[in-house]
């Protein structure tokens, strides 16, 4: 079996056990990785992935030039967990939830040399219940720079944080791109602490 097939089974096998978590049947696909790293801020050095699940965007944040010590990917799931760090033994891949991650990055050191200016998301935030978005949007946003951006892909019609709990953090929302080309097709999404004044 290639590593793309490896992918392919290792999520799919998660799915069937967990479909609302694992929220996606096969991996986003190169086109969508590629609309996700393109978000990116200008000069963007430390990035942290959400949801890393077989490491589709991983693998696209590397290639963008992100180097495997500024980048933090978290994974909830043991089995994908291993996947992750057997595939990207140079990148801290710690399992965790990502209402966590404050605690998380501070406990691998990753935020001694400052925050994120990203914080890129697989996770399948539409279908969560509010409480739980807010905490973990919320717990995201701790760990990037003011200016730093949350980018979050989603296959639903709708943005991916639901309009109550981006008002209540203060966030501004901008729609990216549409990418057809992945299964299912879907919206990449940028949100940022809404500038005051
Ligand atoms: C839609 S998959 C995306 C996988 C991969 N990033 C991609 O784009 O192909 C969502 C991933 O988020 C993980 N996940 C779900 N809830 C999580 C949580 N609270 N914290 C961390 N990871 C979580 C799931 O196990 C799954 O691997």
Redesign the pocket.
């Known amino acids: 079996m290639n590593a793309a097939h490896a992918s392919w089974w290792a999520?799919f096998r998660?799915w069937l056990r967990n479909p609302l978590?694992?929220?996606?049947v096969v991996?986003?696909s190169r086109e969508?990785?590629a609309a996700m790293v393109a978000e990116l801020p200008p000069g963007t050095a430390r990035v942290i992935?959400?949801?890393?699940?077989?490491?589709?965007?991983t693998r696209a944040l590397l290639a963008h030039g992100v180097h495997g010590d500024a980048l933090l990917v978290?994974?909830?799931?043991e089995e994908?967990h291993a996947h992750l760090h057997a595939r990207f033994p140079a990148v801290r891949v710690e399992l965790?939830?990502?209402?966590d991650l404050p605690g998380i990055a501070e406990r691998t050191g990753y935020l001694a040399a400052g925050p994120a200016d990203a914080i890129i998301s697989?996770?399948?935030l539409l279908t969560m219940p509010a409480e739980l978005q807010r905490a973990?949007v919320a717990a995201a946003f701790q760990c990037l720079r003011p200016d730093g951006r949350f980018i979050q892909?989603t296959y639903g019609p709708q943005a991916p944080i639901g309009d109550a709990v981006a008002a209540e953090l203060g966030l501004q929302v901008r729609r990216g791109t549409f990418i057809l080309r992945n299964v299912p097709p879907a919206t990449v999404y940028v949100y940022e602490q809404a500038r005051r004044g």
């Not at 992935?49 to 965007?57: K, S």
């Not at 965790?96 to 209402?99: E, N, S, Y």
């Open positions: 999520l998660q978590r694992t929220a996606a991996p986003s969508l990785a992935e959400l949801g890393g699940g077989t490491g589709a965007l978290l994974e909830l799931n994908l965790g939830d990502a209402r697989g996770l399948g973990i892909f």
